[in-house]
Structure formats: structure tokens, C-alpha cells
T-cell receptor, first 113, second 108 residues
Framework: EADIYQTPRYLVIGTGKKITLECSQTMGHDKMYWYQQDPGMELHLIHYSYGVNSTEKGDLSSESTVSRIRTEHFPLTLESARPSHTSQYLC????????????FGSGTQLSVL | QKEVEQDPGPLSVPEGAIVSLNCTYSNSAFQYFMWYRQYSRKGPELLMYTYSSGNKEDGRFTAQVDKSSKYISLFIRDSQPSDSATYLCAINDYKLSFGAGTTVTVRA
């Protein structure tokens, strides 16, 4: 079944650790995105990609980095986690279309102590 | 000023009630108007989209757009407990801007 997968679902980690949040999609979509979601707040775009070897920063300043070596895989890395990075991270993908019908994963809830 | 403002809620209604959700937006260049539904501990899923002023119906759901007032609404008729979720409006020109979401609880 075509879907978008995020791992881990929950992560509790100490300050200063390097972490990678995984995102994979089996829909063959070119566009992929990372959003940050905090309770009661808008989704904020932190990174996106139009295809392999394409990555762009989004609207929200982020200390994370992303890579897109394969169409289906779009991992997000934090080199040194801080408590301010505590949030829900949502990965999404879409076909190349004139409007952004996004398919979201279930998210990774990150807590940095 | 935020590009999209959404009524914050939360809303709690009895089963069978009509739920009304609203957003306003600032950029008249916005072309596509969407509603996403997000269940607890899940990612958002697209519920409805439209690109023109007027109404669009899909079962118990009606999306309404008034471009002259920069106002969009989602109505849920005969609401069910399974409709309990957070509803996010999203509006698109060259990028997608989301509202903060309204959490709806439908009481059995």
C-alpha cells in the first residue's frame, strides 16, 4: 500500500545529541516536505525538496539539515539537539501539481531534555 | 499579520449538531483553499479542496469560499463522534499557508 512512513514515532533524547528523523514514501512523489507543529500553532515549513539532490529551506529558521539522495527518502538531521527543538515533526509528500495536496506521515514527537 | 487566521476553538458539540469552522486570509492572490483533518497522534489528511468562490459539498461536509471577504468555512452536518479531530484550513498561492487549527469534539 502506498504510504508515507516516519520513524521513530516518539524520541526522548538528551541535549547535545545528534539525531536523525527518518521519512520514507512509497508513492513515487517528487516533492517532499518537513513541517514543525506545536500545540495551537500553525504548521511551519522548515525544509522541502523538489526531487533528488534538491533541498530548500522553508519559512521557519531551523538548525536542522536534510538530504534527498533517493526519491523515496528524506531524512532530517539535528547535529546537536537542544530543548528548544522539542516539537512534533511532520513529513509530507506531494505530486508535482498546481496545488499542494499533501500526504502526511504520522509524525515524530521529539522531546529534548 | 498572519496570512491565515483560524477561529481557535475548541468546539464541543452534541452528536447530530452542525459544526461551523472558519478562517480568514490576507493575500488576495491565494488560489486554492483546503481543509485538512488531523486525528490525535496522526498527521493531517486532506478533507476537501476548492479553488473558486461558492460551495463545494462532499457528503456531510460543505466547504464555502468567499473571495470578496477573504473568508472560508467548513460545515459538518449531522456530526458524529468520529468527526472529533483538529481541522486545519490551508490556503495556497505559490506556497501553502496553514491555520492554527480548531479542535472539535462531538459528544455521543
Amino acid at each position: 500500500e502506498a504510504d508515507i512512513y516516519q520513524t521513530p514515532r516518539y524520541l526522548v533524547i538528551g541535549t547535545g545529541k545528534k539525531i536523525t528523523l527518518e521519512c520514507s514514501q512509497t508513492m513515487g512523489h517528487d516533492k517532499m516536505y518537513w513541517y514543525q507543529q506545536d500545540p495551537g500553532m500553525e504548521l511551519h515549513l522548515i525544509h522541502y525538496s523538489y526531487g533528488v539532490n534538491s533541498t530548500e529551506k522553508g519559512d521557519l529558521s531551523s538548525e536542522s539539515t536534510v538530504s534527498r539522495i533517493r526519491t523515496e527518502h528524506f531524512p532530517l538531521t539535528l547535529e546537536s539537539a537542544r530543548p528548544s527543538h522539542t516539537s512534533q515533526y511532520l513529513c509530507a509528500s506531494s505530486e508535482k501539481a498546481s496545488f499542494e495536496k499533501l500526504f502526511f506521515g504520522s509524525g515524530t514527537q521529539l522531546s529534548v531534555l | 499579520q498572519k496570512e491565515v487566521e483560524q477561529d481557535p476553538g475548541p468546539l464541543s458539540v452534541p452528536e447530530g449538531a452542525i459544526v461551523s469552522l472558519n478562517c480568514t486570509y490576507s493575500n488576495s492572490a491565494f488560489q486554492y483553499f483546503m481543509w485538512y483533518r488531523q486525528y490525535s497522534r496522526k498527521g493531517p489528511e486532506l478533507l476537501m479542496y476548492t479553488y473558486s468562490s461558492g460551495n463545494k459539498e462532499d457528503g456531510r461536509f460543505t466547504a464555502q469560499v468567499d473571495k470578496s471577504s477573504k473568508y472560508i468555512s467548513l460545515f459538518i452536518r449531522d456530526s458524529q463522534p468520529s468527526d472529533s479531530a483538529t481541522y486545519l484550513c490551508a490556503i495556497n498561492d505559490y506556497k501553502l499557508s496553514f491555520g492554527a487549527g480548531t479542535t472539535v469534539t462531538v459528544r455521543a
